[in-house]
């Protein structure tokens, strides 16, 4: 049973493409004696010619990605442009690094260090003296500023 010219016309009725115009399968031979528009008209005011919703575009993969760079991944180097600095500004890396280090220092003072010890190491953070956390670690081992328990 060729349907090809009702097709065409309910398209054309519905404003949508070929592709996305259903017919009910028991009212095939009602659909076959429809040969103008007005007939197709009423064959879809009463549901026997349907129209598809439009297929949209999956939002699945991207919420998938999203999930992965919300925990960090899909990161690396090729992913990467611009420069280190437009990443991340050395101003604010800066304050990152010398806010942690002057925590760690906090932590410190309380059971390790003097008042004079940890004057003199906190004006070294704030001159740039250490790198991060563990030049400082490092420097107070060699330097053997822990005071001593007892």
């Known amino acids: 049973m060729r349907l090809s010219l009702q097709k065409k016309l309910a398209a054309q009725v519905l404003k949508?493409?070929?592709k996305r115009v259903v017919f009910d399968q028991d009212r095939l031979d009602?659909?076959?004696?429809a040969i103008t528009k007005a007939d197709i008209k009423n064959l879809i005011s009463s549901d026997a010619i349907k129209?598809?919703?439009?297929?949209?575009?999956?939002?699945?993969?991207?919420?998938?990605?999203k999930l992965q760079k919300s925990k960090g991944r899909r990161s690396g180097h090729g992913k990467r442009k611009g420069k280190?600095?437009?990443?991340?500004?050395?101003?604010?890396?800066?304050m990152n690094r010398v806010r942690l280090q002057r925590s760690f220092l906090k932590k410190l003072k309380d059971k390790y260090l003097d008042t004079k010890t940890y004057r003199n190491l906190y004006r070294k953070v704030k001159s740039g003296y250490f790198r991060?956390?563990?030049?400082?670690?490092?420097?107070?081992?060699?330097?053997?500023?822990?005071?001593?328990?007892g």
């Open 16 to 18: 949508c493409s070929q």
């Open 84 to 94: 280190k600095t437009a990443r991340l500004e050395p101003k604010r890396d800066w």
């Open 132 to 149: 991060n956390k563990r030049h400082i670690k490092l420097y107070i081992k060699e330097k053997e500023l822990i005071k001593k328990q």
């Open 51 to 65: 129209e598809k919703p439009v297929r949209g575009v999956s939002r699945v993969r991207a919420n998938k990605r």
């Open 30 to 33: 009602e659909i076959k004696e």
